[in-house]
Protein backbone atom coordinates (compact mmCIF):
# COMPACT_ATOMS: atom_id res chain seq x y z
CA UNK A 1 0.00 0.00 0.00
CA UNK A 2 1.12 3.62 -0.89
CA UNK A 3 2.49 5.35 1.89
CA UNK A 4 -0.35 7.71 3.15
CA UNK A 5 0.71 11.70 3.62
CA UNK A 6 -2.70 12.20 2.72
CA UNK A 7 -6.09 13.03 5.26
CA UNK A 8 -8.78 11.06 4.06
CA UNK A 9 -11.26 12.62 4.00
CA UNK A 10 -14.42 10.23 3.90
CA UNK A 11 -13.73 6.01 3.79
CA UNK A 12 -12.45 4.77 1.34
CA UNK A 13 -15.58 1.69 1.57
CA UNK A 14 -15.70 1.24 -2.02
CA UNK A 15 -12.63 0.07 -2.68
CA UNK A 16 -12.62 -2.45 -0.54
CA UNK A 17 -12.04 -5.99 -1.60
CA UNK A 18 -8.73 -6.70 -3.45
CA UNK A 19 -10.05 -8.43 -6.19
CA UNK A 20 -12.87 -6.11 -7.04
CA UNK A 21 -13.49 -4.50 -10.42
CA UNK A 22 -15.91 -1.51 -10.46
CA UNK A 23 -18.44 -1.93 -13.23
CA UNK A 24 -16.93 -0.69 -16.79
CA UNK A 25 -17.79 -1.48 -19.91
CA UNK A 26 -14.49 -2.77 -21.04
CA UNK A 27 -15.63 -2.97 -25.00
CA UNK A 28 -16.69 0.51 -24.73
CA UNK A 29 -13.80 2.41 -23.34
CA UNK A 30 -12.06 4.83 -25.26
CA UNK A 31 -10.51 8.05 -23.59
CA UNK A 32 -13.64 9.35 -22.25
CA UNK A 33 -14.11 10.45 -18.17
CA UNK A 34 -15.46 7.72 -16.34
CA UNK A 35 -15.57 9.02 -12.84
CA UNK A 36 -14.01 7.35 -10.29
CA UNK A 37 -14.32 6.94 -6.40
CA UNK A 38 -11.21 9.53 -5.22
CA UNK A 39 -9.45 12.59 -5.80
CA UNK A 40 -6.95 14.21 -3.73
CA UNK A 41 -6.42 18.14 -3.47
CA UNK A 42 -3.74 20.07 -1.84
CA UNK A 43 -3.74 23.76 -1.68
CA UNK A 44 -1.43 25.99 -0.59
CA UNK A 45 -0.59 30.16 -0.45
CA UNK A 46 2.16 31.57 -2.98
CA UNK A 47 4.21 32.48 0.09
CA UNK A 48 3.70 28.62 1.12
CA UNK A 49 4.86 25.16 0.16
CA UNK A 50 2.30 22.86 -0.86
CA UNK A 51 1.70 20.58 2.70
CA UNK A 52 -0.89 17.89 3.88
CA UNK A 53 -3.32 17.13 1.21
CA UNK A 54 -7.09 15.68 1.40
CA UNK A 55 -8.00 12.51 0.21
CA UNK A 56 -11.87 12.91 -1.15
CA UNK A 57 -14.84 11.73 -2.85
CA UNK A 58 -14.75 12.60 -6.37
CA UNK A 59 -16.78 15.58 -7.13
CA UNK A 60 -16.74 19.33 -8.55
CA UNK A 61 -14.45 21.69 -6.57
CA UNK A 62 -15.54 25.26 -5.51
CA UNK A 63 -13.50 28.22 -7.49
CA UNK A 64 -13.37 32.09 -7.07
CA UNK A 65 -14.75 33.27 -10.58
CA UNK A 66 -11.86 35.67 -10.49
CA UNK A 67 -9.48 32.68 -9.96
CA UNK A 68 -6.30 33.04 -11.80
CA UNK A 69 -6.65 29.65 -13.63
CA UNK A 70 -10.04 30.92 -14.83
CA UNK A 71 -9.06 34.32 -15.89
CA UNK A 72 -5.39 34.23 -17.12
CA UNK A 73 -5.04 30.34 -17.84
CA UNK A 74 -2.75 30.04 -14.68
CA UNK A 75 -2.33 26.04 -14.57
CA UNK A 76 -0.82 22.57 -15.60
CA UNK A 77 -1.36 18.76 -15.84
CA UNK A 78 -0.36 16.20 -16.35
CA UNK A 79 -0.71 12.74 -17.34
CA UNK A 80 0.24 9.05 -16.22
CA UNK A 81 -1.17 5.34 -16.23
CA UNK A 82 -1.55 2.79 -13.96
CA UNK A 83 -1.50 -0.82 -15.07
CA UNK A 84 -2.40 -4.41 -13.49
CA UNK A 85 0.10 -7.10 -14.11
CA UNK A 86 -1.04 -10.51 -15.00
CA UNK A 87 0.30 -11.11 -11.53
CA UNK A 88 -1.81 -8.80 -10.18
CA UNK A 89 0.35 -5.91 -8.91
CA UNK A 90 0.01 -2.41 -10.09
CA UNK A 91 2.69 -0.39 -11.68
CA UNK A 92 3.00 3.13 -12.65
CA UNK A 93 5.54 4.15 -15.41
CA UNK A 94 8.16 6.56 -13.97
CA UNK A 95 6.13 9.37 -12.40
CA UNK A 96 9.05 10.77 -11.14
CA UNK A 97 9.39 11.95 -14.91
CA UNK A 98 5.41 14.07 -14.55
CA UNK A 99 6.69 15.58 -11.17
CA UNK A 100 10.04 16.76 -12.48
CA UNK A 101 7.95 18.14 -15.66
CA UNK A 102 5.81 19.74 -13.52
CA UNK A 103 7.95 21.93 -11.41
CA UNK A 104 9.78 23.21 -14.35
CA UNK A 105 6.53 24.06 -15.72
CA UNK A 106 5.78 25.95 -12.41
CA UNK A 107 8.37 27.68 -12.44
CA UNK A 108 7.91 28.72 -15.91
CA UNK A 109 4.24 29.89 -14.62
CA UNK A 110 5.01 31.68 -11.38
CA UNK A 111 3.30 28.93 -9.88
CA UNK A 112 4.70 26.32 -6.28
CA UNK A 113 4.81 23.38 -7.59
CA UNK A 114 4.69 20.14 -5.14
CA UNK A 115 7.90 18.15 -4.69
CA UNK A 116 8.51 15.29 -6.46
CA UNK A 117 7.70 13.50 -3.35
CA UNK A 118 4.50 14.96 -2.44
CA UNK A 119 3.51 14.33 -6.53
CA UNK A 120 4.37 10.92 -6.51
CA UNK A 121 3.08 9.80 -3.46
CA UNK A 122 -0.64 11.13 -3.76
CA UNK A 123 -0.32 9.90 -7.70
CA UNK A 124 0.29 6.29 -5.55
CA UNK A 125 -2.68 7.11 -3.48
CA UNK A 126 -5.41 8.24 -6.20
CA UNK A 127 -4.60 4.92 -7.56
CA UNK A 128 -4.60 2.98 -4.48
CA UNK A 129 -7.66 4.48 -3.18
CA UNK A 130 -8.85 3.96 -7.08
CA UNK A 131 -7.36 0.49 -7.40
CA UNK A 132 -11.17 -1.35 -8.45
CA UNK A 133 -11.36 0.81 -11.50
CA UNK A 134 -7.84 -0.26 -13.06
CA UNK A 135 -9.16 -2.42 -16.28
CA UNK A 136 -7.72 -6.18 -16.30
CA UNK A 137 -4.25 -6.32 -18.51
CA UNK A 138 -4.84 -5.65 -21.95
CA UNK A 139 -8.18 -3.92 -21.53
CA UNK A 140 -6.84 -0.41 -20.50
CA UNK A 141 -5.46 1.80 -17.90
CA UNK A 142 -6.65 3.98 -15.03
CA UNK A 143 -5.42 7.39 -16.57
CA UNK A 144 -3.94 9.47 -13.79
CA UNK A 145 -4.24 13.21 -14.56
CA UNK A 146 -2.81 16.05 -12.00
CA UNK A 147 -3.58 19.66 -12.02
CA UNK A 148 -2.18 22.54 -10.71
CA UNK A 149 -4.01 25.99 -10.85
CA UNK A 150 -3.76 29.24 -9.55
CA UNK A 151 -6.80 28.98 -7.89
CA UNK A 152 -6.92 31.96 -5.16
CA UNK A 153 -9.04 35.49 -6.74
CA UNK A 154 -7.13 38.01 -8.90
CA UNK A 155 -8.22 40.90 -10.92
CA UNK A 156 -4.97 42.22 -12.74
CA UNK A 157 -2.57 40.28 -14.36
CA UNK A 158 -0.28 38.77 -11.96
CA UNK A 159 -0.03 35.13 -9.68
CA UNK A 160 -2.86 34.06 -8.24
CA UNK A 161 -2.51 34.12 -4.27
CA UNK A 162 -3.66 30.90 -4.08
CA UNK A 163 -3.10 27.58 -5.60
CA UNK A 164 -4.45 24.03 -6.03
CA UNK A 165 -2.76 20.48 -6.85
CA UNK A 166 -5.36 18.42 -7.45
CA UNK A 167 -5.60 14.72 -8.69
CA UNK A 168 -8.58 13.15 -10.91
CA UNK A 169 -8.33 9.58 -12.38
CA UNK A 170 -10.28 7.44 -15.06
CA UNK A 171 -10.30 3.93 -16.95
CA UNK A 172 -9.09 4.44 -20.45
CA UNK A 173 -8.04 2.36 -23.41
CA UNK A 174 -7.66 3.64 -26.67
CA UNK A 175 -7.79 7.48 -27.00
CA UNK A 176 -8.49 7.78 -31.14
CA UNK A 177 -11.65 6.34 -32.07
CA UNK A 178 -9.74 4.49 -34.40
CA UNK A 179 -8.27 2.06 -31.69
CA UNK A 180 -4.96 0.64 -32.36
CA UNK A 181 -5.78 1.42 -36.19
CA UNK A 182 -2.59 3.32 -38.21
CA UNK A 183 -3.33 7.31 -38.03
CA UNK A 184 -3.73 9.56 -41.06
CA UNK A 185 -2.54 13.00 -40.26
CA UNK A 186 -3.23 16.29 -41.31
CA UNK A 187 -0.64 19.34 -41.67
CA UNK A 188 -3.08 22.55 -41.66
CA UNK A 189 -0.44 25.68 -42.08
CA UNK A 190 -3.10 27.82 -40.48
CA UNK A 191 -2.31 26.84 -37.08
CA UNK A 192 1.19 26.42 -34.83
CA UNK A 193 0.96 25.01 -31.83
CA UNK A 194 3.83 27.14 -30.35
CA UNK A 195 6.18 29.56 -31.00
CA UNK A 196 10.29 30.66 -29.74
CA UNK A 197 9.70 32.44 -26.73
CA UNK A 198 6.35 30.92 -25.52
CA UNK A 199 5.24 27.97 -23.19
CA UNK A 200 4.96 25.59 -26.10
CA UNK A 201 7.57 23.60 -24.06
CA UNK A 202 5.71 23.18 -20.79
CA UNK A 203 2.20 21.39 -19.49
CA UNK A 204 0.32 24.49 -19.49
CA UNK A 205 -3.67 24.14 -20.07
CA UNK A 206 -3.24 27.54 -22.53
CA UNK A 207 -1.22 25.04 -24.79
CA UNK A 208 -4.48 22.90 -25.94
CA UNK A 209 -7.36 24.74 -26.17
CA UNK A 210 -6.16 26.82 -29.00
CA UNK A 211 -5.91 23.66 -31.08
CA UNK A 212 -9.43 22.36 -30.91
CA UNK A 213 -10.50 24.05 -33.65
CA UNK A 214 -7.40 22.96 -35.59
CA UNK A 215 -8.44 19.35 -34.84
CA UNK A 216 -12.04 19.85 -35.41
CA UNK A 217 -11.60 20.73 -39.22
CA UNK A 218 -9.56 17.67 -39.60
CA UNK A 219 -11.50 15.80 -37.72
CA UNK A 220 -14.36 16.68 -40.33
CA UNK A 221 -12.10 15.97 -43.22
CA UNK A 222 -11.97 12.11 -41.88
CA UNK A 223 -8.12 12.70 -40.27
CA UNK A 224 -6.73 11.51 -36.96
CA UNK A 225 -5.14 14.74 -35.56
CA UNK A 226 -2.88 17.72 -36.75
CA UNK A 227 0.13 17.84 -37.37
CA UNK A 228 1.97 21.45 -36.84
CA UNK A 229 5.06 23.23 -38.06
CA UNK A 230 7.18 25.74 -36.85
CA UNK A 231 5.70 28.60 -35.97
CA UNK A 232 8.80 30.88 -38.11
CA UNK A 233 9.65 28.97 -41.19
CA UNK A 234 6.34 26.30 -41.65
CA UNK A 235 8.74 23.72 -43.01
CA UNK A 236 9.74 21.60 -39.68
CA UNK A 237 7.82 19.17 -38.21
CA UNK A 238 6.71 20.00 -34.26
CA UNK A 239 4.48 18.00 -32.55
CA UNK A 240 0.63 16.39 -33.43
CA UNK A 241 -2.25 17.99 -30.85
CA UNK A 242 -2.20 14.98 -28.56
CA UNK A 243 1.15 13.25 -28.88
CA UNK A 244 5.08 13.65 -30.08
CA UNK A 245 6.44 12.36 -33.66
CA UNK A 246 9.14 10.71 -34.75
CA UNK A 247 10.14 9.32 -38.38
CA UNK A 248 12.08 5.92 -39.36
CA UNK A 249 14.36 5.80 -42.16
CA UNK A 250 16.66 2.49 -42.49
CA UNK A 251 18.45 2.17 -39.03
CA UNK A 252 17.89 6.14 -38.01
CA UNK A 253 15.05 7.37 -35.80
CA UNK A 254 14.24 10.79 -35.99
CA UNK A 255 12.37 13.20 -33.79
CA UNK A 256 11.86 16.82 -33.69
CA UNK A 257 14.23 18.38 -31.08
CA UNK A 258 12.93 20.04 -28.21
CA UNK A 259 14.17 23.77 -27.94
CA UNK A 260 10.95 24.69 -25.77
CA UNK A 261 8.42 24.86 -28.66
CA UNK A 262 7.99 20.64 -28.03
CA UNK A 263 6.43 19.07 -25.04
CA UNK A 264 8.78 16.94 -24.42
CA UNK A 265 6.72 13.69 -23.52
CA UNK A 266 7.51 10.84 -20.98
CA UNK A 267 7.19 8.24 -23.35
CA UNK A 268 8.72 10.40 -25.86
CA UNK A 269 12.05 10.42 -24.02
CA UNK A 270 11.49 6.48 -22.84
CA UNK A 271 11.27 5.58 -26.97
CA UNK A 272 14.31 7.68 -27.82
CA UNK A 273 16.03 5.32 -24.90
CA UNK A 274 14.23 2.19 -26.07
CA UNK A 275 15.44 3.05 -29.48
CA UNK A 276 18.57 3.50 -28.87
CA UNK A 277 19.00 -0.02 -26.16
CA UNK A 278 17.47 -2.05 -29.46
CA UNK A 279 20.43 -0.82 -31.60
CA UNK A 280 18.94 1.89 -33.50
CA UNK A 281 20.31 5.29 -34.32
CA UNK A 282 18.19 8.26 -32.82
CA UNK A 283 18.82 11.88 -33.68
CA UNK A 284 16.41 15.43 -31.99
CA UNK A 285 17.48 17.36 -34.80
CA UNK A 286 15.15 19.55 -37.37
CA UNK A 287 13.14 17.73 -39.48
CA UNK A 288 12.35 19.07 -42.74
CA UNK A 289 8.44 18.59 -43.94
CA UNK A 290 10.32 17.47 -47.28
CA UNK A 291 11.75 14.76 -45.80
CA UNK A 292 8.47 13.04 -45.01
CA UNK A 293 8.40 12.27 -48.86
CA UNK A 294 11.90 9.69 -48.24
CA UNK A 295 10.78 8.18 -44.76
CA UNK A 296 9.82 4.67 -43.81
CA UNK A 297 7.60 5.01 -41.06
CA UNK A 298 6.47 7.90 -39.18
CA UNK A 299 4.89 6.70 -35.42
CA UNK A 300 3.39 8.91 -32.48
CA UNK A 301 3.65 8.82 -28.81
CA UNK A 302 2.36 10.10 -25.94
CA UNK A 303 1.06 8.83 -22.31
CA UNK A 304 -2.64 9.03 -23.55
CA UNK A 305 -2.25 7.89 -27.20
CA UNK A 306 0.64 5.65 -26.66
CA UNK A 307 2.94 3.92 -29.03
CA UNK A 308 0.65 4.61 -32.86
CA UNK A 309 1.99 3.94 -36.23
CA UNK A 310 1.05 6.64 -38.85
CA UNK A 311 -0.62 5.22 -42.59
CA UNK A 312 -0.35 8.91 -43.81
CA UNK A 313 0.31 12.69 -43.35
CA UNK A 314 -1.62 14.94 -45.59
CA UNK A 315 0.02 18.45 -46.85
CA UNK A 316 -0.97 20.62 -49.26
CA UNK A 317 -3.26 18.60 -50.64
CA UNK A 318 -0.36 15.51 -50.97
CA UNK A 319 -1.27 12.62 -49.02
CA UNK A 320 2.04 10.97 -48.28
CA UNK A 321 2.02 6.94 -47.32
CA UNK A 322 3.81 4.93 -44.63
CA UNK A 323 4.49 1.49 -43.98
CA UNK A 324 1.39 0.89 -41.65
CA UNK A 325 1.26 -3.10 -41.70
CA UNK A 326 3.49 -6.41 -40.98
CA UNK A 327 7.11 -5.97 -38.76
CA UNK A 328 6.82 -2.22 -37.85
CA UNK A 329 9.66 -0.38 -35.96
CA UNK A 330 7.21 0.94 -34.39
CA UNK A 331 5.47 -2.14 -33.53
CA UNK A 332 9.09 -3.63 -31.80
CA UNK A 333 9.55 -0.60 -29.60
CA UNK A 334 5.52 -0.44 -28.35
CA UNK A 335 5.53 -3.94 -27.56
CA UNK A 336 9.09 -3.74 -25.02
CA UNK A 337 7.43 -0.58 -23.97
CA UNK A 338 4.10 -1.71 -22.48
CA UNK A 339 5.73 -5.01 -21.68
CA UNK A 340 7.31 -2.54 -18.76
CA UNK A 341 4.94 -1.15 -18.43
CA UNK A 342 2.29 -4.56 -17.64
CA UNK A 343 5.10 -6.49 -16.30
CA UNK A 344 5.61 -8.68 -18.99
CA UNK A 345 9.38 -7.56 -19.24
CA UNK A 346 11.53 -7.12 -16.32
CA UNK A 347 12.22 -3.93 -15.40
CA UNK A 348 15.99 -3.57 -15.60
CA UNK A 349 15.39 0.11 -16.07
CA UNK A 350 14.08 0.97 -12.51
CA UNK A 351 11.35 2.98 -15.02
CA UNK A 352 8.25 1.17 -12.90
CA UNK A 353 6.81 2.09 -9.49
CA UNK A 354 4.76 -0.41 -7.70
CA UNK A 355 1.49 0.56 -5.87
C1 LIG B 1 -1.30 12.73 -22.38
O1 LIG B 1 -0.87 12.00 -23.26
O2 LIG B 1 -1.30 12.36 -21.18
C2 LIG B 1 -1.76 14.07 -22.68
O3 LIG B 1 -1.71 14.87 -21.79
C3 LIG B 1 -2.32 14.41 -24.00
C4 LIG B 1 -3.75 14.83 -23.89
C5 LIG B 1 -4.17 15.53 -25.13
C6 LIG B 1 -4.67 13.69 -23.57
Given at each position: ???????????????S????Y?D?D????G??L????????M???K??NF???R???????E?S?????????????E????????S?RI?L????????????????M??????????V???K???F????W???????S????????G?G?IL?LA?????????????????????T???NL?????FV??????AG??K???????V??A????????????L??D?LH??Y?????SCN???V??N?I?T??????I???????????TA????????E???????????????????????????S????N???EF??EG??????????L?G??T???E????W?V?V
Amino acid sequence: QAASSLTVASQPSACSGDNEYADVDLDKLGFGLTPVDFMCIMRCSKEENFKEGRLTRFGNIEISPSAGVLNYGQGLYEGTKANRTASGRILLFRPEQNATRMKHGAERMCMPSPSIEQFVDAVKEIVFANKRWIPPPGKGSLYVRPLLLGSGPILGLAPAPEYTFLIYASPVHNYFKEGTAPLNLYIDENFVRASPGGAGGVKTITNYAPVLKAIARAKNRGFSDVLYLDALHRKYLKEVSSCNIFIVKGNLISTPAANGTILEGVTRKSIIETARDHGYQVEERPILVDELVDTDEVFCTGTAVGVAPVASITHQNRRIEFKSEGRLVSQELCSTLVGLQTGRIEDTKGWTVEV
